[in-house]
């Protein structure tokens, strides 16, 4: 006869997992301002594209960078609040005309390749992303794997003032989810392109 431990051992193991996991969560998210965010400044460029997942900081800093004349388009990627973000946009000053997008990307990768897909004939050299500061590194490193040819940027937007005045804690969520989609990214798209 086949013994079961007794629910106080289950308890106990979750309890300890848990706890493990917690240990774990406490260093990602307090050097994920180090090990997430990735500066790469564009002085100008030929297009902004503005990822889509998070509608407001990330509409605010594409606008920012429009009417500081970094370039002269905003291009929109990304299911969900595309729409949303390009409505944003033209209540932000962007001219309706200055903005393309395509609302059927679903990842960061699919984001990448409708891009290409969209911008390719107008054969852009330089391009600056915009996006949450948690999300890009990963972003960055997929646009660059999906498009070699173009010299990508970076500009990263953040709930507070900056990175130093922003808290990881309000991200957590988000921060620990990028961790487990940069661990996903690197087998599945970038070790094997």
């Known amino acids: 006869m086949k013994r079961f431990p007794r629910p106080g ?34 002085p100008r460029a030929d297009w902004i594209v503005v990822l889509g ?3 407001g900081q990330r509409v605010i800093g594409a606008a920012e960078l429009y009417h500081q004349g970094r370039a002269p388009f905003v291009f ?21 005309g200055k903005i393309g997008y395509e609302c059927l990307s ?11 897909r969209a911008l390719a004939v107008y054969e852009p050299r330089h391009v600056t992303l915009v996006t949450s500061w ?7 490193e997929t646009f660059r794997r999906a498009w070699p040819q ?3 940027g970076m500009h990263v937007v953040y709930p507070g003032n900056d990175l ?4 990881a804690l309000y991200d957590a969520g ?16 970038w070790t094997f392109r």
């Open 76 to 96: 929109v990627s990304g299911e969900g609040d595309c729409e949303l973000i390009v409505r944003r946009l033209v209540m932000a000053g962007v001219p309706r």
């Open 164 to 167: 130093y005045h922003s808290l």
């Open 150 to 152: 173009v010299d990508w």
């Open 134 to 140: 948690f999300h890009s590194r990963r972003a960055l």
């Open 53 to 55: 997942g998070e509608s």
């Open 106 to 116: 679903r990842n960061t990768q699919q984001n990448a390749e409708f891009t290409r």
């Open 9 to 42: 051992a289950w308890l106990a193991a979750f309890g300890l997992l848990t706890l493990l996991a917690a240990l774990a969560a406490v260093p990602l998210i307090r050097y994920s301002k180090s090990w997430l965010v990735a500066e790469a400044p564009q």
């Open 174 to 189: 988000a921060v620990l989810t990028e961790y487990l989609k940069i661990l996903v990214y690197s087998v599945r798209y």
